[in-house]
């Protein structure tokens, strides 16, 4: 398994801040499973500035990346997404997510997805179900569509730019990088801030 995230002008640092620390520094991560490496892919090698003003230079161009079953794709939100730069990777998508690869969209990434056709028959979630009818001529998935946080259905997952928390959890459970007690631990402590969870946390990783 590969954990790649795609990284656009203008990127929603907090939208993916608690996912990609936690894939990144391994610290919770089951550790009976091989070790990850968070490969950031671009539409081209240059650098981008976030959101927050942070420069992040891809790893690798997206031309150069083969896809394989299981691994994940994280979509970040951004205020780019219609811009032709970044209709290759959406392109990219409507065929790797046939190919059971993980995509894990959320906020402005989702709605780049329902623009192309591909939640027109998945369960999904999204910023606002008006927005998608609004601004997506190829969007007719109104029927998939939940108003929850984050819904995951098999290898998609879509989050509400409001939720980076269940957009994390959903994307974690559904790859199983966490142990089960460990990913509900660690949810339950940052949504609540109650330090039993902390404890619970801690124990978890007990003999990892």
């Given at each position: 398994?590969k ?19 936690e ?6 991560l ?7 490496e968070?490969?950031?892919?671009g539409?081209t090698?240059k650098?981008?500035k976030t959101?927050?003003?942070?420069t ?6 997206i ?15 951004a ?15 409507s065929?790797?997510i ?12 989702t709605?780049a ?39 995951t ?10 939720a980076?928390l ?26 609540t ?5 902390f ?10």
């Amino acid at each position: 398994m590969k954990v790649y995230l795609y990284v656009l002008n203008t990127l929603a640092d907090w939208e993916i801040g608690y996912l990609t620390a936690e894939i990144n520094s391994g610290r919770y991560l089951d550790k009976t499973k091989p070790q990850l490496e968070l490969i950031k892919i671009g539409n081209t090698t240059k650098p981008i500035k976030t959101m927050g003003g942070i420069t992040i230079t891809p790893d690798e161009d997206i031309d150069n990346i083969k896809f394989e079953e299981g691994d994940l794709l994280i979509l970040p939100g951004a205020d780019t997404w219609t811009a032709e730069e970044n209709k290759k990777i959406i392109d990219i998508v409507s065929r790797i997510i046939d190919e059971k690869v993980i995509i894990a969209a959320v906020c402005g990434a989702t709605i780049a997805l329902a623009n192309k056709g591909i939640l027109n028959n998945r369960k999904h979630t999204s910023n606002d179900l008006e927005v998608l009818k609004m601004f997506c001529p190829e969007y007719n998935g109104e029927d998939f569509y939940l108003n929850q946080p984050a819904v995951t259905d098999d290898n998609l997952i879509t989050a509400s730019g409001l939720a980076p928390l269940e957009f994390s959890y959903e994307t974690l459970k559904r790859t199983n990088l966490m142990k089960t007690e460990t990913l509900e631990a660690w949810y339950q402590l940052y949504k609540t801030n109650e330090s039993k969870y902390f404890y619970a946390l801690m124990e978890s990783l007990e003999g990892a």
